[in-house]
């Protein structure tokens, strides 16, 4: 048997993170087994679904490494269309559906229960089709249906307690459930690894494979993703969309190791570890069946660490679009033609192990390329006090005498403009610091003064300076 799996997205919105791992996990799993990874777009929510969120799922895959070209599809849940509506029609003729005219107020008026599933009402009503008519499945009254899970073992749902569930509304289009089935059935799909909320869905599949006369896959229900709340990660609550990671500069090597060890861990006391070794340890077997906690601090540590692990040149490439902007990404503060490849070249490793994600480096190195910097006024609050003056003073008569501009020489100096107010250096540069780029925390100072240069940098000192009393 070919083994063949699925990620079956919808395009009605930003791509989930929750989603992207799913995507993972069947895409290893397809190449571990020799297998094939079918794409499938369900489109049939024709009021939700736009093209440019479809064209986002086959970006986003593209971005976590799951490329065009490398999968079956994309297919269109909508081409089966007639298929879908084909086994409504056979289950009906088979004795295995029937139609039904109830309004939920007519079941809470008869079982009075708001929280009570449908009642069977029209079971043996004989209704024929008729506009208003959703059709329902009927379900057995005895005996069980047993989920073969390869994470969870043999979970067992008693027949008697499934209630006879919609497949197709009153307009005669299936729902979900049997459309899911179905697209299932016409790409062979052989395993469908998912996450656990659709489990209580899958013995009503099971089931329809039955009926249809199919033998079911092989299921997998990977835990659920949540918050530090341990709620269900939310597109309306939480941080989710894995396009807005990639905009701040989150990269795709630290966010799929991440994501697949949302559940999951290679062997070792080790977390970060080459695409290749979890390619080759994951089993869907040791998968954890705890919900899966999404930690952004730890997916931001992850990411400093494989921004750190870049070569130079490879960090300055990667750069770029924060450096200049892009469709989805704000252009910097400068204009292009203020932008010094040489000067951020030679910032550039000291900048790599300050950030943890690319965006980052904008603020870290935009001083070097404005006319003058961007000043932080709750910074200059907390460091232009009493005596600021004077010492500005006093640093830009010592750097203007200054022979040689340069890291030590810059650094020796203003330690002695320091010492002789009874400063450590500490203190003694943070004014400084504030007035040449803007802020109190950045690259190492008297680098960034060398960079900049002694006109640039005396020009904002003596700028500071006229600021303060």
């Not at 079956?72 to 004795?95: I, V």
């Not at 208003?132 to 067992?156: K, S």
């Not at 008693?158 to 006879?164: A, F, P, S, V």
């Not at 861990?265 to 977390?271: F, N, Q």
Request: aromatic share 10%; proline share 6%; hydrophobic share 40%.
């Amino acid at each position: 048997m070919t083994v063949r799996v699925r990620f079956a997205p919808s395009p009605t919105g930003m791509f989930h993170v929750g989603g992207a791992r799913s995507a993972l996990q069947n895409w290893i799993y397809a190449r571990q087994q020799g297998g094939v990874f079918v794409l499938r777009v369900e489109d049939t929510d024709a009021a939700r679904n736009k093209p440019e969120w479809t064209e986002g799922i086959l970006s986003a895959l593209d971005w976590i490494g799951i490329e065009r070209g490398s999968y079956e599809g994309p297919y269109f849940q909508s081409a089966n269309a007639d298929q879908h509506r084909a086994a409504a029609e056979k289950l009906y003729g088979l004795g295995r559906a029937y139609y039904c005219d109830c309004t939920r107020e007519a079941v809470q008026a008869r079982t009075g229960s708001q929280y009570q599933g449908y009642d069977g009402y029209h079971r043996d009503k004989n209704l024929g089709p008729g506009e208003g008519r959703a059709l329902r499945f009927r379900t057995p009254d005895e005996g069980e249906t047993v989920v073969v899970d390869l994470i969870r073992g043999e979970p067992t749902f008693e027949n008697r307690l499934i209630e006879d569930f919609v497949i197709a509304r009153g307009d005669g289009s299936p729902v979900f459930l049997l459309a899911n089935v179905v697209d299932d059935m016409i790409m062979e799909i052989s395993h469908v690894i998912r996450a656990e909320e659709h489990l209580p869905n899958t013995p009503k599949q099971q089931l329809l494979w039955e009926a249809l006369g199919v033998k079911p896959p092989v299921w997998a229900h990977v835990p659920v993703v949540v918050n530090e709340k341990r709620q269900k990660l939310s597109k309306r609550r939480d941080k989710v969309a894995l396009e807005a990671y990639k905009d701040e500069g989150y990269l795709a090597s630290a966010m799929r190791n991440y994501l697949m060890l949302l559940g999951w861990a290679p062997s070792g006391d080790r977390e970060i570890v080459p695409w290749s070794v979890i390619e080759s340890e994951f089993r869907l077997e040791e998968v954890n069946l705890s919900p899966a906690f999404f930690d952004e601090k730890k997916l931001r540590a992850f990411n400093g660490d494989y921004i750190r692990a870049l070569s130079v040149e490879e960090f300055i490439a990667t750069c770029q679009p924060w450096l200049t902007g892009t469709d989805t990404i704000a252009p910097p503060p400068w204009q292009p033609d203020e932008f010094d490849p040489a000067a951020f070249a030679a910032v550039a490793a000291l900048a790599q192990t300050r950030i943890a994600v690319m965006s980052e480096i904008v603020p870290n190195v935009d001083f070097l390329f404005l006319a003058s910097p961007l000043i932080d006024e709750a910074a200059w609050a907390k460091t232009m006090k009493e005596g600021s003056a004077e010492l500005l003073d006093a640093a830009i008569a010592a750097f203007d005498a200054l022979e040689t501009w340069d890291t030590e020489p810059l650094k020796t100096t203003l330690e002695q403009v320091g010492a002789e107010r009874g400063l450590k250096l500490g203190k003694t540069q943070a004014p400084v610091r504030v007035a040449v780029t803007g802020r109190t925390v950045g690259l190492p100072l008297f680098e960034s003064l060398t960079v900049l240069g002694r006109e640039r940098t005396l020009a904002r000192l003596r700028g500071a300076r006229v600021r303060l009393p």
